[in-house]
């Protein structure tokens, strides 16, 4: 007899991060937060302060894949959050997982930089994300600058979300922090259009782990069944408020609280 779990189970596949802001434990905490119970597989091992990662230790693929694998083969997951990955091999690994379990839900976080700036993935990984990953993906969380990479060639953000929509993400995701507009502008596509803009005043400061905080919380409400819509605004209102009770703990961006 198969029992049911009395907590969803979300699996994040991310990196470390020393700090405590981003990667894995920013997923750990929003998952729960949200009510979820966190399976976490390391995609590899960052260096980094609250101002720039300085490092990066890429996992090996089959190494993750045994981590996930071996979970989702004893645990109900109900949904996946895809974070930093950190090597094409990853991306190639997570591509064959993804492929034995069609029906999960997967949130996906294209990390492409981190937030001072260093470089995260290089070309042939954002090619790899948006062939291998992009087609099974639920909901895409890029931002802005992650959405123009991933669709080069697109004029606009609508004309992204519209690309990445036809390379087979079900939902497209945009979050706008990075526009300099005076509110923040999160955009959701699906069905071949603009569904629905959730916009949220403009917080001082620069942060550390908000789109890892956001998509986990995502993934957290999927696994419960959540439609995407509603999962989306109580994620975005989540975040809002770990963003705005965030604290400048070291000496470069402040560090989401979201407990
Ligand atoms: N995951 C890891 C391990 C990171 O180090 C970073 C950024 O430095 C991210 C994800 C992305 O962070 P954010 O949520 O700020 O985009």
Redesign the pocket.
């Known amino acids: 007899m198969i029992m049911q779990p009395s907590v969803p189970i979300v699996m994040t596949l991310?990196?470390?991060?020393p700090t405590g802001g981003?990667?894995i434990q920013?997923d750990i905490e929003s998952i729960l937060s949200m009510g979820g119970h966190a399976a976490p597989v390391i995609t590899?091992v960052?260096v980094?302060d609250t101002r720039d990662?300085v490092a990066l230790a890429p996992m090996d693929g089959e190494l993750i894949i045994q981590q996930a694998r071996t979970v989702l083969e004893d645990m109900p997951v109900a949904a996946l959050k895809v974070?930093?990955l950190g090597s094409m091999e990853a991306v190639e690994a997570l591509h064959a997982l993804l492929n034995d379990y069609p029906e999960l839900p997967l949130v996906l976080d294209p990390?492409l930089a981190?937030?001072g700036g260093a470089a995260?993935a290089d070309e042939e990984m954002v090619d790899g994300i948006l062939q291998l990953l992009v087609p099974r993906t639920t909901v895409l969380t890029p931002?802005t600058l992650e959405a123009r990479a991933l669709a080069r060639g697109s004029d606009t953000l609508d004309a992204c979300a519209m690309a990445l929509l036809d390379q087979g993400a079900e939902y497209v995701f945009i979050t706008g922090t990075h526009e300099r507009t005076s509110e923040v502008h999160n955009t959701l596509y699906g069905n071949h259009r603009r569904l629905e803009v959730f916009p949220v005043p403009r917080l001082e400061g620069e942060?550390?782990?908000?789109?890892?905080?956001l998509s986990a919380a995502i993934a957290a409400l999927l696994a419960q069944g959540t439609a995407v819509p509603v999962a989306v605004h109580e994620a975005v209102s989540y975040t809002w408020h770990s963003l705005q009770a965030g604290r400048r703990l070291g000496m470069g961006q402040k560090l989401p609280n979201r407990l």
Do not use: I
């Open positions: 991310a990196g470390s991060d981003a990667g920013a590899a960052t980094q990662v974070g930093l990390v981190a937030g995260l931002n942060f550390h782990g908000s789109g890892c905080t």
